[in-house]
């Protein structure tokens, strides 16, 4: 608590983006939604005012992208681009010995997933692959994966 933080003069760290946020990055493009509302926005809405209005994703789509190394990016590149979209859900080839890497990577992002039947399995694959480059959101306001992914590592 606050009160913590003032007993041991120990500096109060700034916040992560959270809704009230978002919800005033919305406000300054003239978007009026309640908490509710915000937390109740699907993947697409929010990706689609991200591109329109050029303002972050909302907080629920956002992944811990400064937890990872350059190497742990390459790895996780390659991975996803061997994996493919169905049904909702983005199914990549898995193997335990081969790809322990890239599912720890996975789990620091804080990136969800399952592992079925040799496949990682991310339902909430917008978070991961939109901020990669590697969704792309067409004019039917569907998502479209895209391996190709142009990205230049210094």
């Known amino acids: 608590s606050f009160g913590d933080f003032l007993q041991t003069n120990t500096p109060l760290l700034p916040s992560g983006y959270v809704e009230e946020w ?50 742990s990016h390459r790895l996780l590149l390659n991975f996803l681009g061997n994996g493919n979209l169905k049904e909702e859900k983005f199914y990549v080839p898995y193997a335990q010995e081969k790809n322990g890497a890239e599912k720890r990577t996975l789990e620091i992002l804080g990136n969800e997933h399952t592992v079925e039947n040799g496949f990682i399995v991310i339902s909430n694959y917008v978070s991961l692959l939109f901020p990669l480059g590697m969704l792309e959101y067409d004019s039917n306001k569907k998502f479209k994966f895209n391996p190709q992914v142009n990205f230049t590592f210094r």
């Not at 978007?31 to 109740?40: D, G, P, Q, R, V």
């Open 22 to 71: 978002y919800q005033k990055d919305l406000k300054k493009v003239g978007i009026e939604k309640s908490l509710c509302e915000i937390n109740a926005m699907s993947a697409a809405e929010a990706v689609e005012i991200s591109l329109k209005y050029n303002i972050p994703l909302h907080p629920n789509y956002l992944l811990f992208w400064e937890d990872m190394d350059m190497e």
